[in-house]
């Protein structure tokens, strides 16, 4: 699909996304969150008054300041429309399976890849972009002060989360979080369970209308277009477990693009899920008890195991990569270097120096966690998963 007509179905799309949809979605989540905030047990207030000031601060403030900015885009900087899209880089997959490593690892060959770090999920204009660069190169003729702030600042936000998934204004992360915006992020409905009607915003390529998800990801589409013609790198790099229940979708958007789908023993898995889960929508009040998250950990942890995989047979290997997170971690060079070369992309010098400066390194491990630790059990993971690791070679235990 070439960038004009890709542009022109865009706007089509849009069309039917109603803003009354929108803002339906946005009341029902503030709705929900205020009430467990106002009325809800005493442990999950804070964590919903948390919640509460994100969507009625944070959000609308992003919105506002995305709106201006893709304004003056089109003003200053219309080159991000001629901006080829046309072959990105999706990873997919079970949380928890190596894919922020991987992103990470990739994203060290700027000439190649272009992602998204954690301070662009605010920016989502190339205006608001070079304006963020005017003023670092200004802080920097300054002695860099300002620089320094921040970063003193960044090392100590959400410092418990942390140990579960590294995080850094500057350092690559997830970009279904740009759906925000538009309320259609797969996060809505781990942030507010009790909302059947968010549900479709995670289980996309099952609960909600193709026209819907396909207008959310041309829009999506159209932001990666801002963010490559700023930053450059050839190919566009996406690593998002949320991803893993919009493949269909993805697939219609982006006929020609490329999925790494990683794997790991479904024990860790599970384990790890919960923990994040716990750790993440726990602090923000989202979870009631015990019983539902076990529910949540073996819904999403199933699907992404069973459908995801199913949505993304009949690609061609030069489509389509399955990477086991154990060769990933226990050997990087071959592993990474067969992946790129089945998706006919490079091999690189950052890319190899990655690779070294990771193996002496080795594995760093802040994040302790098991099984029982939220009542799973090696017998409960083997009966759900029995298929799992019959498919991929694991053994319980």
């Known amino acids: 699909m070439g960038t004009d007509v890709g542009l022109s179905v865009s706007h089509m799309l849009g069309a039917h996304m109603s803003a009354t949809t929108m803002a339906l979605d946005y009341l029902t989540a503030v709705g929900h969150v205020g009430a467990t905030a106002l009325t809800g047990p005493a442990h999950r207030r804070v964590g919903r008054l948390a919640t509460l000031g994100i969507l009625t601060s944070v959000v609308p403030t992003v919105?506002?300041?995305g709106a201006l900015g893709t304004v003056a885009d089109e003003v200053f900087f219309r080159g991000w429309r001629d901006t080829p899209l046309d072959r990105p880089v999706f990873i997919v997959g079970n949380h928890r399976t190596g894919s922020t490593f991987l992103q990470r690892l990739l994203a060290r060959d700027a000439e190649q890849f272009a992602t998204t770090r954690f301070v662009d999920l605010f920016l989502h204009s190339v205006s608001q972009k070079r304006v963020l660069a005017e003023l670092g190169r200004l802080d920097g003729w300054l002695?860099?002060?300002?620089a320094a702030l921040?970063?003193?600042?960044d090392r100590?936000?959400?410092k418990d989360f942390r140990n579960v998934h590294s995080m850094g204004l500057g350092k690559p992360e997830e970009d279904d979080y740009l759906l925000l915006t538009r309320m259609a992020s797969g996060i809505l409905?781990?942030?507010v369970p009790d909302a059947p009607r968010l549900r479709r915003h995670f289980w996309s390529d099952t609960e909600m209308d193709a026209r819907e998800q396909d207008a959310h990801l041309h829009a999506y589409a159209n932001l990666a277009r801002r963010h490559k013609y700023h930053h450059g790198g050839r190919v566009w790099l996406s690593k998002n477990p949320l991803f893993s229940t919009r493949v269909r979708g993805l697939r219609r958007v982006f006929p020609k693009a490329r999925f790494v789908y990683l794997v790991r023993h479904p024990e860790k898995v599970v384990a790890s899920t919960a923990s994040l889960l716990h750790e993440g929508l726990g602090g923000l009040g989202a979870l009631r008890d015990a019983r539902q998250l076990r529910e949540m950990v073996h819904e999403i942890c199933l699907y992404m195991y069973d459908e995801t995989l199913a949505n993304l047979e009949g690609l061609p290997p030069d489509q389509l990569v399955c990477v086991r997170q154990e060769d990933l971690l226990g050997d990087a060079d071959a592993t990474v270097r067969g992946m790129l070369e089945q998706l006919d992309l490079d091999w690189s010098t950052p890319l190899a120096e990655g690779v070294a400066e990771a193996g002496a390194r080795g594995p760093r491990k802040?994040?302790?966690?098991g099984l029982e630790d939220h009542g799973f059990t090696r017998?409960?993971?083997a009966e759900r998963y029995t298929h799992v690791m019959e498919r991929w070679g694991y053994v319980s235990g």
């Open 150 to 153: 921040v970063d003193r600042l």
């Open 379 to 381: 017998r409960e993971v």
């Open 189 to 191: 409905w781990e942030t």
């Open 63 to 65: 919105t506002a300041a």
């Open 143 to 146: 002695g860099g002060h300002g």
């Open 156 to 158: 100590r936000w959400a």
């Open 366 to 369: 802040t994040h302790r966690y």
